[in-house]
């Protein structure tokens, strides 16, 4: 519902919305609170208090938690949930592409996003990683793996992770030719089997 | 021809053994340069002139630029042409494996060494993303490609260093359990067989 409600950015000078000086100063709280205390230690109670608003005004302006989160840190433009019912729409063994395709897909539209930026969060703050293991890997890649009842979850989310962020880094963070700069299908083409496999395929464990 | 020569570190006071302060200097003036001017952009006689002593000084304590860069800013204890020639020795369909193995043993000894560092200098200079592509990339996987006469080598290259770039983040910078503490063969083979698909399979180019 926040987007729709939020009101659209003017040029005019002068005292913004009140709605909207709620949601700059819930997003203002949240980058603090979940780079001070990480993904799983941040509550909306903490962050609203911050904010000085009432808890509730973080289910009306964001949807949740997660949301929040995707877009306080993370800067993501829709939520994980759906991100993942989307993914998990079509053929299981293409999924693996279109994994690839909507990171790289959404990455490229913003120049990786708030990517290298993330990467300079967790440099700077060890919270920054937890948050991006909770996020990447629990909300997005580990429902992922549960929905299509894999074997060895978390180490096959772990391994998928392990090659988005470094697909991110190559092509967006240290920008390493022709990675960078390659179209989108050769990407998903060349990368996708490796998240494929990572998913659904053999890794090595229990005798596969 | 370095290592031999350098003389043990004491813990005596005062004045350290002259062909040391050399060395030092030399370590300190690549770090700065190859901040500067990345890999490429770096010189022998540059970097010697920064440290205040002759350009032979480069070779006899480091045995060329590739092994002071790696000691200096990657503190690799191999020399590149070496790890390659040793990384090519036998069964080529196990090369994606070695590869891994080779990086996974060489980082737990060192808690990933300078990895989160440099991805911190990655961050901070622009440069470390130019000495990162040029040594692990051309350096490294280059020649890897290169010898094994793949086609599209630079790509290749690439799709191995993203791998090999993501998995040194999951499990040496953001420190994601279970890949964090798997052992190393448990990674070798999950990631081994992407390796070897990026260096010898078909990667969708060119109707593979």
């Known amino acids: 519902m926040s987007s729709a409600e939020q009101r659209p950015r003017t040029k005019r000078r002068g005292r913004r919305p ?7 100063a819930l997003l203002e709280a949240a980058r603090e609170v979940f780079s001070e205390s990480g993904y ?9 208090a911050r904010a000085g608003v009432d808890a509730a ?23 994980p949930a759906e991100l993942v019912t989307a993914l998990l ?12 395709r909507r990171f790289v897909t959404v990455w490229d539209a ?10 300079r969060s967790l440099a700077a703050h060890d919270q920054a990683a937890t948050g991006l293991r909770d996020f990447l890997v629990k909300e997005i890649l580990g429902r ?8 060895h979850p978390q180490l096959r989310a772990n391994l998928c992770a392990s090659q988005i962020i470094g697909l991110g880094m190559v092509r967006y963070v240290a920008m390493f ?32």
Chains 1, 2 share one sequence.
Do not use: C
């Not at 009140?18 to 700059?24: E, H, K, L, N, P």
């Not at 799983?40 to 609203?48: D, L, M, P, S």
């Not at 729409?89 to 690839?100: A, Q, T, Y």
């Open 18 to 24: 009140a709605g909207q000086d709620t949601r700059a």
């Open 110 to 119: 913003t120049s990786g996003g708030v990517f290298p930026a993330l990467i």
């Open 40 to 48: 799983e230690g941040a509550t909306v109670r903490t962050i609203a």
């Open 177 to 208: 030719p022709p990675l960078a700069t390659a179209d989108v299908e050769t990407v998903v083409t060349a990368i996708g089997p490796t998240l494929q496999r990572y998913l659904t395929g053999g890794i090595g464990i229990d005798g596969e």
């Open 57 to 79: 005004m973080v289910n009306h302006w964001f949807g949740g938690k997660e949301a929040l989160f995707a877009q306080a840190v993370l800067k993501l433009p829709f939520d």
């Open 89 to 100: 729409e079509g053929d299981i063994d293409k999924l693996g592409e279109r994994i690839v």
């Open 144 to 151: 992922v793996v549960e929905r299509i009842e894999a074997d």
